[in-house]
C-alpha cells in the first residue's frame, strides 16, 4: 500500500504555476528522499500534503485517505518537521510537547508521558520547562522533530531537518531517522544534502521548476544517471595524449603528468588498454570512481 | 479511543492552551480592565453620578456597572482572539494547530472560548469592584448569561476576523479605535437612551451594543431601554452571522494557507 499518493498535483501562485501536475506515489515503508534547488517547489509539495497550502489540481491520498476530503483522518497519521521554528512563544519545551498530542487526542497522562519520553530521547530533559526562546539552536531543531513525533504518526514528513545543524548532531539524526524507519514509520524528506538523500534514502524523486524530473530507487537513481570514471597511471608522461588513445575521449589529468581518465564504457573499453598497450605504453595503476548523487542532481537541475 | 473522546481531548486541549494564554500575562489582560473600571465607578459614579438623577429607579452609579461590564466584555473578547491569532501567524504556531486532525468548527470554537473566559473574567472581576460602591440583586441572571455569553462570543469572532485580515500590529488597534470604541460608548454605556436628544435617538438604534448594553441592564436591573426581543433578537443575528464568517475563513484558508 502506498504511504503517500500523489496524482497530478497542481499549485498556483496568482498565475504563476508552482505546481506542473505532479505526481509521485511512496510505499508505506519507505524512506523517501525528495530534491530539488531553491524554489523548485519541495514545501509547496509538502505544505500541500499537510494542509498549510491550498491547490488547484490534482489529488493528494495518504494511505488511501484524500488529505482534503478525509483531513482529519489524514492530518491523524502525518508527523510532520517544518524547516522553520515554529513554536508558541508562550509555552515552555514540555507544554509545546504536551500540547501538540492533546490536538492529536492523546489524554494528558499518555501526552505526558510521551512527551517525557521524546524528551529524554532527544536529550531535551534537563530543559523540558525552559521557554522555548531560551533553547539553542540545535535543541529547537530536536524539539521540533520531537514535536512531530509526539502523535506516533504512520508518515514523518520532514522539511529540510538538518538545515544549519552541526555534524555531530546531524548523524545523530541521521541515525534516529534511520532507526524510526526500520520500525515501519514512512519518511518522507526534503533535503539540501545530497549526502544526507544518498545516505538515508531507499527511493529519491527529483523536482526542479515546479517539474518531476526524476523518481527511482537512489541505487538506480545513481547507475542509470551516474557514471565510472577511470583514471590511469601510465608508465611515462605526457604533453598531449597519443591520437590512437585520444579517440576513446580520454584526457589528461594534468599537462605533462603520466595520469589519464576517461569515462568508463563497457564496450569500448576492452579496445582502449589494447589501444594503450599497442603504443608500448604500460599501466602502473588504475583508479576508478563512481560518480556522485550530488554531480547527478547538479547535472539535472542546472540552470534551464 | 473512541474518535469523540479524541476529538474532545484535541478541543478541550486548544481551550486550554487559549485560556494559558491570557492567564499567565494576567497583569496585562485582566487587571487593567478592573482597574480602569473602579476608576470610572469611583468618579463618574460615586462623585458626578450624585448630580444625576435616578435613571429607571436605579442610581446613575448601579446603572453604569452593567454597562462597564459589557464594555470590557466586547474589548477583552475582540483584544483576546485577534492578539491570540494574529501572533500565531506572525510567528507561525498557526500552524502547530493547522496540522492536527482537529475540525476547521473545532478551531474556531476554541479560540473563541478562550475570548469567552478572558471577557468573563474581566466582566466578574468589575462586577465584585462594583461591590465596594453598591449593591443589588441580578434581576434576571438567564439574561446575563445570554447576552454575556453571545456578545462576548461575536466579539471574539471580530477579533479572529481582523486577526486573520491584519497585516501589521496596527491594524487590530485601528478597529478598536475607530469603530469599536465609539460605538461602544455611544451605545450606552454611560448614558440611558433618555438622555440624548430626541432627534439623535434613532442613532443609537442603528447601533449594536446598544442592543447588547440593554439586554445586559436588563438582566441586572430589571430595566429596559429598547424592546427585549429585539435585543436578543439582533445579538443573536449579530452572532450567527459573525461565527459563519470566522468558520468559512478558516475552512478556506484565508491568511492561512499559502
Redesign the interface.
Known sequence: MNAIQISKLSKF?GKTQALHEISLAVPAGDFFGFLGPNGAGKT?TI?AM?????FQGGDIKVFGNDVIHD???T??L?G?V?Q????????SAE??LV??????????KIAKARAAELLEEFELSGHRHLDYRKLSGGMKRRLLIA?GLIHQPKVLILDEPTAGVDLELRLKLWDFLKRLNEEGVTIFLTTHYIEEAERLCKRIGVIHHGRMIALDTTAALIDQLGSHVITLRLDRSFEVVPEPILRFGVELVKQGGNMIRFRKDDERISDLFKTIHAQGIGITGIETEKTSLEEIFLEMTKST | MTNLRSDLIGFKSLVEREIIRFTSVFKQTIFPPIISSFLFISVFGLFLGKGIENIQGVSYLTFLVPGLMMMYLIEGSYLNTSTSLFVARWAGHIQEILVTPLSYFEMVAAMLIGGLARSVAEAFGIYLVSLLFTSFPIVHPWAVFYFAILVSLSFSSIGMIIGLLAEEWEHLSILTTFVITPLVYFGGVFHSIDMIPPSLQFLMYLNPTFYMMNGMRYGMLGILDANLLLSALVVFFFFISLFSVTVYMFKTGYKLKK
Open positions: 501562485y509547496t505544505h499537510t494542509g498549510l497550502a491550498n483531513y482529519r483522518k492530518r491523524a502525518i510532520f517544518p522553520e521554528f515554529n513554536f508558541d512563544p508562550y509555552l507544554q509545546i500540547f501538540e498530542a492533546g490536538y492529536f487526542g492523546l489524554p494528558k514535536r
